[in-house]
């Protein structure tokens, strides 16, 4: 009964697919997958292609009607940090005695509230740019002020505005190798990798020992999985400026990547000794461990990075390392309910985090929750910033619905599915 069942599934599921009724076709070929357990390479091909398919035209709608705003404060300040710490520019220092309501006023205004590191303070920040452009009067600062808008727009994910504006800001001062950084990455994400190569090499004419273009060209390369240049570029910015922290991190989760472990845990050993009071050193320590499987090691740095942001960052707590923690103890002991809990802790510090609504969904879908584990994955699609991470969250979205049509369609199916471990839903937790 089974195979003629099969093969009936997915001929109806092949009709649905032309006739482009892809909901429908995607239903047909994820029962006849579970009939057969996912033993048939071509159906298995097909609930992936249709995932993709139904993903790309919501997430096409999502986008369309998407409200443009910052995504969580642990995202933006990741961001911003990845940038070595600079004094705000003469004439907008805190002290700077400027008119409140005028283009450098609210210049000034917007970099105090980015201090703030809080979803309030980027809020302001950002409405504190745009105000600074309409108003104009910039002087020397234009450049700078472009820069800033820029920032934020990437950061809210209106991509072609912010290549804009920084392409404003390098033509007024080439100088300012940041824009031209900011700019590279900007096209990377937009798939355009030679000219974001052309924007490392105009910073480099302009300033070839400023050591945050060799650290961004090595996020460059990393991203692109070319590990030996990005470690040796990781290294170069190191050699130009040993203070900045996140050179040393990068060039350890590198060497791992490469597969140097003793290289990687000797680095992030120097780091505890270098900089033990910076909690990300022992979040990325500790998620290095976890992928080694020594729970109990990378759960004391996570505790350690936890009680760090604490004591710093009390109201803008970067939420990362509880998320980090949460896995550790699925991984571990399969404490779903401890791993849950850390998840919403994570969510009333950071509601926006977009790592912890994932990583929630993916729990619950383990136990088999997978009403629930809907909610959270519409809810990650929500958070995504550009098309891409959309598409992403809407695959796992769209796994779990079908996932639940076909309990209520085929009920007898129910209990293979829950042997398979909660079943579908793109790759597994990380």
Request: charged share 25%; net charge negative; aromatic share 8%.
């Amino acid at each position: 009964l089974d195979s003629e069942y099969v093969k009936a599934l997915n001929r109806r599921a092949n009709a649905y697919e032309h006739l482009e009724k892809y909901s429908e076709a995607l239903l047909d070929y994820t029962a006849s997958c579970i009939i057969d357990g996912f033993r048939n390479e071509q159906s298995a091909q097909s609930v992936e292609r249709l995932l993709k398919k139904v993903a790309e035209a919501k997430g096409k709608v999502i986008l369309a009607g998407k409200e443009k705003k910052l995504p969580s404060p642990t995202f933006v300040t990741n961001y911003l940090q990845s940038f070595r710490p600079k004094p705000a520019p003469e004439g907008l220092e805190e002290t700077a005695e400027l008119v409140e309501n005028s283009g450098l006023g609210h210049l000034k205004a917007g970099l105090i509230a980015m201090d703030k590191r809080t979803g309030e303070g980027y809020d302001s920040a950002a409405k504190a740019f745009d105000k600074a452009l309409e108003m104009g009067g910039l002087g020397d600062h234009e450049a700078f002020a472009y820069n800033m808008r820029g920032t934020f727009r990437y950061l809210r994910g209106e991509n072609n505005d912010a290549l804009e504006d920084l392409t404003k800001s390098v033509d007024l001062n080439p100088a300012l190798t940041q824009s031209f950084i900011k700019r590279a990455s900007m096209h990377l994400e937009l798939g355009n990798r030679e000219a974001a190569a052309n924007d490392f090499e105009q910073a480099m004419e302009q300033n070839k020992d400023d050591p945050d273009i060799y650290y961004h060209r090595a996020q460059l390369h990393f991203i692109l999985g070319e590990f030996a240049e990005a470690a040796k570029d990781y290294q170069r910015s190191i050699d130009l400026d040993r203070d900045f922290i996140f050179s040393h991190i990068q060039l350890g989760v590198t060497q791992y990547k490469m597969g140097s472990i003793a290289s990687s845990m000797a680095t992030f050993r120097r780091c505890i000794k270098n900089f033990d009071k910076v909690p990300d050193v022992y979040n990325y320590y500790g998620e290095l461990l976890l992928d080694q499987q020594k729970y109990q090691e990378a759960i004391e740095k996570f505790d350690t990075a936890v009680e760090m942001e604490k004591q710093t960052k009390p109201i803008g707590m970067n939420v990362l390392p509880l998320i980090n923690k949460a896995l550790a103890l699925f991984q571990w002991k399969q404490d779903f309910q401890e791993a849950e809990k850390l998840c919403q802790k994570a969510l009333i510090i950071d509601p926006e985090c977009d790592i912890a609504v994932a990583t929630m969904a993916q729990l619950l879908l383990q136990q088999g929750k997978v009403t629930e584990a809907l909610k959270y994955f519409e809810r990650a699609a929500e958070l995504s910033r550009t098309e891409g991470e959309i598409v992403n969250a809407l695959s796992y979205a769209e796994a779990t619905r079908t996932q639940l049509e076909v309990q209520e369609k085929y009920p007898q199916l129910a209990s293979r599915l829950q042997g398979m471990g909660g079943g579908l839903g793109g790759p597994g937790m990380r």
